[in-house]
């Protein structure tokens, strides 16, 4: 049980609450025992009174109607006491997965991307779910009959042997045998727990990505071909979670086994006491009860083994990326207003997964206020600047200051919250559109929303829906063009009003004549603010105060676009292939 000593911080927060259901538990399990010890005593008086002609049978009537409202009164009690027993401990159990379900979430928002690069959604989604239910099953559930059998294992043997030490060492006879068996069986089911955990993260990573790229799938009709994986995946995960029910399957036989030869053990050798007049008839009826009485204890002991080794298991996959630490972190941060100005000094980066070297070498100096755009071709590492300008990676070689200190020295809200970016996959949420272009800036009110929207030049578009602002887009914008989906990430850009803009992009999916729209609005948003763009159109660029031309990494041409048109080379070429296609 190493890896759930991780939830030990979280019985600590609750140490109250489940304190006082350790308690109210060992209450209800004393009143339980009210009623095998009054009808041993009830069978032992009506034996007396048969026995003896000077015994009163109204006597013997009041003793019995006695027990038998003192009986009800303790079951009354014990049931009330098991109630809050199970109010108290599964509610502690709820707030359990409460905080371990945000814990697990926020470690995720701190870890950066190329943790996403190297694992599924699937597989992060069923950590979070599926892993977290089975751990709370034994925060809650498995804790509270851990103590509920705990308890009446103690307190019942314990009684036992207050009445009748031999024939209580007869009757625990088969618990060393119980032990074993439980031991071998909960390796087994530990080790297929986690196999089992393991499957299921693949099956929702298959189905995850099947529903993402349902399009895709569609479109080259690959339905049946997809469905055949998944059914493989769903037959790899039946064959393993039958191999675990069926270990699973031998503990409740075995229990009641034991069980039963317990209760055999007691009529046996209690019936050979009795008879030899070493005990009463009373406490022979009382020990087949208490036996009885452990009968679900014991029995429940499998289901707690089992729900303890699949939590460890769970909690173990959970552990693995808790453990993983983000390789982007804070800065001690720096008390001055963000002006601007961006320089990267001789940065070079380089992608462990691929060993692929995004930029190499590269400089470049940014004043506040001003606009550069960045062209060149296909994975040149255009986009490499923007990420690392945002710290969602840091440099392999070199350095980059903002307002000249090193951006490693403020923390990432002071670096995130000054900049406004449109990533080139813009992605938009299963939301209103109105949420869409304020998420990140939730005090903005609505019209401010259309005004950025008309800047965007999207405003026309989100009113000719039926329910305009407050239309609901599917996952990933789905119900949207993908020229429509830039133009509101664009607007959910400018709202933030940061100091810098980062474009990445973000113009491809739109037409020309709503491109020049769009950079003349940008144009006077973009006054005093520093901004890149990023883009394969030079239209887009045209306007800039500086252009740089990265190739295979490195910078290879820069200046105005009037002076890189004169100049052979990347940009030159470029310029005259897209005037010639727009001439057509």
Known sequence: MKALKHLNKYFYKYRIKLFLGFLITIIARIFSLFA??????????????????????????????????????????????????????????????????????WHYQKLTQRF?????????????SEDVSKVRMYVGPAFMYSINTVSLFIIVILYMISIAPTLTLYTILPLPILSFTIYKLSRIINAKSALVQEVLSNMSSSAQESFSGIAVIKSYNLQGIISKGFDGLAADSYQKNMSLVRVQAWFFPLMILLIGCSNLIVIYVGGNQYINGEIEIGVLAEFIIYVNMLTWPVAVVGWITSIV??????????????????????????????????????????????QIKALNDVSIKILPGTTVGIIGNIGSGKSSILDLICRLYDPSEGSITLDGIDLK??????????IGYVPQNAFLFSESIENNIRFGSQKVDLEKIKDVSKKAVVHDNIISFTNGYDTLLGERGVTLSG??????????????????????????????????????????????????????????????????????????????????????????????????????
């Open 36 to 105: 095998p010890r009054l009808i041993g005593n009830s069978l032992t008086a009506v034996e007396k009174y048969l026995k003896s002609e000077s015994l009163d049978f109204e006597k013997i009537q009041q003793i019995l109607m006695i027990n038998i409202i003192i009986i009800i009164g303790a079951t009354l009690i014990s049931g009330f006491f098991t109630f809050l027993m199970r109010q108290t401990i599964i509610n502690v159990s709820r707030l359990i997965e409460f905080d371990l379900k945000n814990e697990i979430f």
């Open 483 to 584: 020229g429509q989906i830039q133009r509101i990430s664009i607007a959910r850009a400018l709202i933030k009003n940061s100091k810098i803009l980062l474009l990445d992009d973000c113009l491809s999916a739109v037409d020309t004549d709503t491109e020049e729209e769009i950079l003349k609005h940008l144009k006077k948003v973009s006054e005093n603010k520093t901004t890149l763009i990023v883009s394969h159109r030079i239209s887009s660029l045209k306007n800039a105060n500086k252009i740089i031309v990265i190739e295979n990494g490195k910078i290879v041409q820069q200046g105005k676009h009037s002076y890189l048109i004169g100049v052979e080379g990347y940009y030159k070429e470029l310029f005259e292939k897209q005037q010639t296609d727009r001439a057509k």
């Open 309 to 354: 080794q699949q939590a460890e298991a769970s909690q173990e996959r959970i552990n693995k990326f808790l453990k993983e630490q983000p390789e982007i972190s804070n800065g001690k941060g720096a008390f001055k207003s963000i002006l601007g100005e961006i320089e990267l000094k001789n940065v070079s980066l380089l992608y462990p997964e691929t």
């Open 116 to 128: 996403y690069k190297n694992n599924k959604t699937g597989d992060l989604m069923n950590r979070i």
């Open 409 to 418: 020295e403020y923390t990432l809200d002071q670096i995130r919250e000054s």
